[in-house]
């Protein structure tokens, strides 16, 4: 036995005795800052063989003939193309490393070296990676923002565009993981959910998996969004400022002993501009956030090893002068640490820790809003280890730990009150196996398990998960996933609400399972030009004890939340075109969504039957670039308003000796989201200007919102009736200076 153990590990790492091998790796920069460039595409041009950097910036080549020399490619968008020559010698690792000089302003074209090739066996249906760029490209609301630009993915929706909460495929929005450097932010939206916290200026890559991700995330049903902040410039000290309708933002980085640190800080000034968002209602907002990064590496201190630390801090405060309106404020504060580790072997590791706190409260004043309170400790642990054999295959394990304490105190319609107090740890291992020998297949195997759960009913509980890619030929490749999902923590969102203010979080309670979800994924890429490529994506999604308000509840004694089940399918139709200096896309998304609560099935609010998002981009050159987007969908769900009565408010303010009664129209609802808005579209333009004058770098973006002023309905006003229209004809502009 222990002799065909041995035999089986060596065919596994892909040994061969009759010609020693070697490794390549390396690093790919940005020859002006030292920023990490993920993502790029590394291609060997003698063995035809290419790969991709991952999000440290780090590419390796496995199981290369030794004893010759070869010539690497490196490409990436807006970055001049570099080529290098590397020797290989026997059961060594040759580093090589890159930096990308960026393109000039003036250049249209940008070159792609072995594309097809780089991306033959990636198992990576659902997945969407979004560098700056294309976020920069996309017309702004009022300023670029993260989440807007998810919501023209097929596959995204949302509920109007005066959010920016998103829903995907079929889940709800506190389905969505997000995270900041693995870091997790549980209320990222600035004014009550407008705008993203996350200031994309910071951003260094982010990564957004639609569904089937892999084992190395947990804790949540639906998506993950993956965002890594940017180092800050290694070579020289700069600063960058820009200033749009909405709020003013200052960005200083620069080299310390070893590293580089980046310091960037966003604050509204003005509010005229949130009127066009709320039906040209006042809207007091005052918000900031802060971002922080530190990195440090020495060959002397620890060879291979990089360590950061990293924060955010942001504070929203909504302060009405008027006594009968209700106050709100809430706050994200994230801390954490990470060292990243490249060994001496085709190893490398990756450990954080990290808090993250969430605060938020609703102060009701006279009005007749009821009190909220919600807090959010989390207190988290990451270790994980990734081994490239010479095969190309890869082994990924890790452990992840997390301590959560949730408070939550409200008062429901009926004046009955919730007061929640919970604290519990969470403790998985993961490990997949990725086998990428061959370049007509790639699988990924995994399995997550949850040794301990934050819900007693979630201890123990296996969620394996398969992705796999199978190519015909150059051209063509079936894609498919399945996994098993589940998530121990939810919000409490009230279907019924038109507006959701802030969605408090809190610990699925033990007297309910935890939520859990199966994907199923399948897909046909394509490309059958240079140019030219068409991608579908089709998926089923199934969850169970799907956790929803419990709207009988009469005693304080009684369940807050009842369990349900929640169904969701579709198909994402991708067409694209890409030719600098014109890129087009086309997509089309078909589906369908369900939520069943004690035997009752209804749409969710973010259901909608079709929708297409067609957009352009258009290099003019010397520094212009033109983009337009037109979208459409078909109406999403609404509760209708069945009539009136007066109900018997009683004041607040007893203990000042002076209560008292009132009365308040108060609406007869029907059935929950039994009716249907009508469909929507717009269509948004944009033009953007590069200026260089000396050391000064001048952006200007000028861009246009719904250009043709469509009426697009966004709810009826409970009390009244009255018609409430999402965003109007609205031009809005961005000055960003950087010296």
Do not use: C
């Not at 089986?8 to 390549?24: D, E, M, N, R």
């Not at 000034?269 to 907002?285: C, Q, T, V």
């Not at 089940?565 to 200096?581: I, S, T, V």
């Amino acid at each position: 036995m222990p002799k065909y153990f041995l035999l089986f590990l060596l065919l596994s790492s892909g040994v061969i005795f009759a010609q020693p091998t070697g490794k390549i790796r390396g690093k790919i920069t940005d020859k002006n800052t030292g920023e990490i460039l993920a993502y790029g595409n590394v291609f060997i041009e003698e063995l035809k063989k290419g790969t991709s950097s991952d999000q440290n910036g780090y590419f390796i080549f496995t199981g290369i003939p030794s004893g010759k020399t070869y010539t690497l490619h490196v490409s990436y968008v807006s970055y001049e193309s570099k080529s290098l020559k590397a020797q290989v010698l026997p059961n060594k690792i040759t580093q090589i490393d890159f930096e990308l000089e960026p393109v000039q302003i003036e250049m249209q074209t940008i070159e792609k070296v072995g594309e097809k090739i780089i991306r033959e066996n990636e198992t990576d249906i659902g997945l969407q990676r979004i560098t700056v760029r294309e976020l920069e490209m996309m017309p702004k609301g009022v300023e670029t923002d993260i989440f807007r630009s998810l919501q023209y993915m097929p596959g995204v929706r949302t509920t109007g565009d005066v959010s920016a909460r998103y829903y995907v495929r079929g889940g709800g929005s506190d389905q969505n993981l997000v995270l900041l450097n693995n870091t997790t932010v549980y209320n990222p939206f600035h004014a009550l959910g407008m705008f993203s916290v996350i200031d994309p200026e910071i951003i260094n890559n982010l990564e957004f998996y639609k569904g089937g991700f892999t084992a190395e995330f947990g804790s949540r049903l639906s998506s993950v969004l993956k965002i890594i902040t940017k180092d800050g410039n290694k070579n020289s000290f700069s600063g960058k400022a820009s200033s749009s309708y909405l709020s003013g933002k200052l960005l200083l980085q620069g080299p310390i002993p070893g590293g580089s640190f980046i310091l960037s800080g966003r604050k509204s000034y003005a509010n005229e501009i949130l009127k066009k968002f709320l039906n040209n209602k006042r809207a007091p907002f005052d918000f900031h956030d802060l971002s922080f990064k530190v990195n440090y590496a020495d060959a002397d201190f620890i060879p291979g090893a990089k360590f950061e630390v990293h924060g955010f801090l942001s504070n929203d405060k909504l302060l009405n002068d008027d006594p009968l309106k209700e106050d709100f404020g809430w706050t994200n504060n994230l801390v954490g640490f990470k060292w990243f580790h490249v060994y001496d072997s085709p190893l490398f590791s990756e450990f954080d820790v990290s808090l993250s706190r969430f605060s938020g409260e609703v102060i009701p004043n006279l009005s007749t809003t009821n009190p909220k309170e919600n807090v959010v400790n989390d207190i988290s642990l990451r270790s994980e280890f990734t081994y490239i054999f010479d095969s190309k295959d890869e082994i990924n394990t890790g452990i992840h730990i997390k301590s959560i304490n949730t408070k939550l105190f409200q008062l429901n319609q009926r004046g009955v009150p919730t007061d929640i107090n919970n604290t519990a740890a969470n403790l998985a291992l993961f490990f997949k196996y990725k086998f990428l020998r061959y370049k007509q297949v790639g699988l990924d195997l995994g399995m997550r398990y949850n040794l301990a759960g934050l819900n007693k009913n979630g201890s123990g509980f296996p969620e394996p998960r398969i992705s796999a890619t199978y190519r015909l030929n150059d051209n063509i490749a079936i894609k498919g996933a399945w996994g098993i999902y589940q998530q121990e923590m939810t919000t409490l969102t009230n279907e019924n609400e038109v507006i959701s203010l802030f969605e408090p979080w809190v610990i699925t309670p033990d007297y309910l399972s935890p939520s859990r979800s199966i994907h199923y994924i399948i897909g046909l890429q394509t490309r059958f030009f240079e140019t030219i490529s068409f991608d579908i994506e089709g998926y089923i999604k199934k969850t169970q004890n799907l956790p929803d308000l419990n709207r009988d509840k009469i005693y304080s004694t009684d369940p807050d939340l009842v369990a349900g089940r929640g169904d969701a399918y579709g198909w994402e139709f991708l067409l694209k075109y890409q030719d600098d200096p014109l890129n087009i896309s086309a997509a089309y998304t078909l589906s369908w969504a369900y939520k069943e609560i004690n035997d009752w099935v209804y749409y969710p609010k973010y259901d909608s039957r079709h929708a297409v998002n067609l957009s352009l981009e258009y290099n003019i050159g010397s520094g212009w670039i033109a983009s337009a987007i037109w979208l459409y969908n078909t109406g999403i769900p609404f509760t209708q308003i069945l009539g009136y009565y007066d109900k018997m408010y009683l004041t607040n303010i007893y203990n000042q000796g002076l209560g008292g009664t009132y009365y308040q129209p108060y609406s007869i609802l029907a059935n929950i989201n039994g009716g249907r808005l009508p469909e929507y579209h717009r269509l948004d333009l944009s033009l953007s200007k590069k200026f260089i004058f000396g050391p000064l770098k001048i952006d200007i973006d000028f861009s246009i919102l719904n250009v043709y002023d469509r009426k697009n309905i966004f709810y009826y006003e409970r009390d009244t009736g009255e018609i409430v229209n999402m965003l109007p004809f609205l031009p809005t502009a961005t000055v960003q200076v950087e010296i």
